[in-house]
């Protein structure tokens, strides 16, 4: 008599430790991700392909350019809001955007700090600088 049914029943029917948390975008962010699609101001940006960005716990990320050089950078996640927002620090620099973490998918869409308004979401547009990245496995 095949026990697996019985088996699966048992799983699907236990309850959820109390202790599980569920991953938050801080958490889900974490790893190596490739720009795989990037537009600046409406036209796509072929130089910014094959950039890495080296997401780290504590909002730090290291972003690694074609010529392997390294540039460390603050990051901050606000996945309350509607769209979801994050802001860059960069040295002498301060980005904020909006961004989509679907999987192994990252969408962001950022304007300077003192730019205007954010865009409603991650996508192109006139003033935005848009990046697609994939996660690296």
Not at 13 to 35: N, S
Not at 111 to 118: A, D, F, N, P, Q
């Amino acid at each position: 008599m095949p026990i697996t049914p019985l088996l699966l029943a048992l799983v699907l029917a236990a309850p959820v430790p109390k202790d599980f948390k569920k991953p938050t975008d801080a958490d889900r962010i974490v790893g190596r991700w490739e720009i795989v699609a990037s537009v600046d101001h409406d036209r796509p940006h072929p130089g910014g392909l094959g950039i890495v960005f080296e997401f780290q716990k504590g909002g730090v990320c290291v972003i690694v350019h074609q010529d392997k050089s390294r540039h460390p950078v603050k990051y901050s996640l606000e996945p309350t809001g509607t769209p979801k927002t994050y802001r860059w620090i960069c040295p002498g620099e301060t980005w904020k955007g909006v961004y989509e973490l679907n999987g192994d998918t990252l969408k962001i869409a950022a304007i300077g700090e003192k730019s205007g308004v954010l865009p409603p979401s991650a996508r192109p547009g006139p003033s935005i600088e848009y990046s697609e990245l994939r996660r690296l496995k």
